[in-house]
Nanobody, 128 residues
Framework: QVQLVGSGGGLVQAGGSLRLSCTASSRNRFAVLKVGWYRQAPGSQRELVAVVTNADDTIRYAESVKDRFTISRGDSGNTVYLQMDNLKTEDTAVYFC????????????????????WGQGTQVNVSS
């Protein structure tokens, strides 16, 4: 399994910046295939914000944030950051750290199966 702890949300004015952090830890030899961030606004479905695919280091951004947000990893490899610049009121949402993990082949109970994991969520409010 993969455990995720996210932080960094808060209240900012439109045009301001925030940096979200997520610390990931793997247990029982789970392989982390993807890491990133999703968000969910009130009354809306959860949507992808930025995700890194570990196999080839490709990054996928939502079109609405592509020119303003940057996802990156810390030197240790255990922490993922989302730098959010030029925030807009429509960025207001609960942001969830995300990871996709793969069960190791040696596990008789879940060998080769993939699972999605979510952090507890951190609130981002952008005011006008």
């Amino acid at each position: 399994q993969v455990q995720l702890v996210g932080s960094g949300g808060g209240l900012v004015q439109a045009g301001g910046s925030l940096r979200l952090s997520c610390t990931a830890s793997s247990r029982n030899r789970f392989a982390v295939l993807k890491v990133g961030w999703y968000r969910q606004a009130p009354g809306s479905q959860r949507e992808l914000v930025a995700v890194v695919t570990n196999a080839d280091d490709t990054i996928r951004y939502a079109e609405s944030v592509k020119d303003r947000f940057t996802i990156s990893r810390g030197d240790s490899g255990n922490t993922v950051y989302l730098q959010m610049d030029n925030l807009k009121t429509e960025d207001t949402a609960v942001y969830f750290c995300y990871a996709r993990g793969k069960c190791p082949a040696v596990s008789w109970s879940c060998s080769g199966r993939e699972f999605d994991y979510w952090g507890q969520g951190t609130q981002v409010n952008v005011s006008s």
